[in-house]
């Protein structure tokens, strides 16, 4: 259909096995990256990453 616009976000939460604090300071920043990259290299939009020791909150937009 012409002129029409689909916009669709995804929260995602992705937790560590037996919710230990895995994520090390010391490289959760190359983590973050890391899931951008994936998620830019698929084509869709990083609106937000965060976590904790144990757990990583994603927002993001799915183009289409």
């Known amino acids: 259909m012409a002129n029409t616009y689909t916009?669709?976000?995804?929260?995602?939460?992705f937790s560590v096995?037996?919710?230990l604090c895995?994520?090390?300071p010391e490289w959760e920043n190359d983590?973050?990256?890391y899931i951008t990259g994936?998620?830019?290299n698929n084509g869709?939009?990083?609106l937000a990453?965060?976590?904790?020791?144990d757990h990583v909150h994603i927002?993001?937009?799915?183009?289409t």
């Open 7 to 13: 916009q669709i976000h995804v929260q995602a939460v």
């Open 17 to 19: 096995q037996n919710r």
């Open 22 to 24: 895995a994520i090390r």
């Open 31 to 33: 983590l973050y990256r």
């Open 38 to 40: 994936i998620i830019q």
């Open 44 to 46: 869709h939009k990083l």
């Open 49 to 53: 990453i965060n976590g904790m020791p």
């Open 59 to 63: 927002l993001f937009g799915l183009e």
